[in-house]
T-cell receptor, first 113, second 114 residues
Framework: GNSVTQMEGPVTLSEEAFLTINCTYT??????LFWYVQYPGEGLQLLLK?????DKGSNKGFEATYRKETTSFHLEKGSVQVSDSAVYFCALSTNFGNEKLTFGTGTRLTIIP | DVKVTQSSRYLVKRTGEKVFLECVQD?????MFWYRQDPGLGLRLIYFSYDVKMKEKGDIPEGYSVSREKKERFSLILESASTNQTSMYLC?????????????FGPGTRLTVL
């Protein structure tokens, strides 16, 4: 079956530090990969996605590259801000049309000024 | 903007009570989902629906049922609440498409069963 393994948290960084949150997956077929973010008190929202190997998703300074050879989709940002403090979820889907998602356990990120 | 609303942000119920969690979306999405979110476990899919009156079990359907009588509304029902159903419940919706689409989430209902 499908599964997503995410870097354990919590992660605490100083403002302007470089961020990496690791994500690896196991899936049948060719999944689409996603990063969702959950800000305090809110539901999840899509941060970025990639639908095929070597695709790079990017948004709000965050990037992730779909690496089929290492089955990974690591999230990176060059310089984090306090407003990036949130919980980040890696997810995959192998069902086009109804987009059933399999999520990782989430990584809580706290940025200190 | 897509809006997914959930009937309550916080809910406290007693063991054995029947509990209804309501979710409404306003963008005519075909697909709707119910997840529960627990620390260290991430989000786990309880049920989903890809059309009115259609439903499919997710990964953890035991103890839950759902109802979708109208396209915009998807209800999660706990027939007899138990303490191990204390959790955050998230509803989501998405457009049915031949290409990859995103899920839009509601703010969640934090349910406590005493």
């Amino acid at each position: 079956g499908n599964s997503v393994t995410q870097m354990e948290g919590p992660v605490t960084l100083s403002e302007e530090a470089f961020l990496t949150i690791n994500c690896t997956y196991t899936a049948t077929g060719y999944p689409s990969l996603f990063w969702y973010v959950q800000y305090p008190g809110e539901g999840l929202q899509l941060l970025l996605k990639a639908t095929k190997a070597d695709d790079k998703g990017s948004n709000k300074g965050f990037e992730a590259t779909y690496r089929k050879e290492t089955t990974s989709f690591h999230l990176e940002k060059g310089s984090v801000q306090v407003s990036d403090s949130a919980v980040y979820f890696c997810a995959l889907s192998t069902n086009f049309g109804n987009e059933k998602l399999t999520f990782g356990t989430g990584t809580r990120l706290t940025i200190i000024p | 903007d897509v809006k997914v609303t959930q009937s309550s942000r916080y809910l406290v119920k007693r063991t054995g009570e029947k509990v209804f969690l309501e979710c409404v979306q306003d963008m005519d999405h075909e697909n709707m989902f119910w997840y529960r979110q627990d620390p260290g476990l991430g989000l786990r899919l309880i049920y989903f629906s890809y059309d009115v009156k259609m439903k499919e079990k997710g990964d953890i359907p035991e103890g839950y049922s759902v109802s979708r009588e109208k396209k915009e509304r998807f209800s999660l029902i706990l027939e007899s609440a138990s303490t191990n159903q204390t959790s955050m419940y998230l509803c989501a919706s998405s457009l049915s498409s031949s290409s990859v689409t995103e899920q839009f989430f509601g703010p969640g209902t934090r349910l406590t069963v005493l």
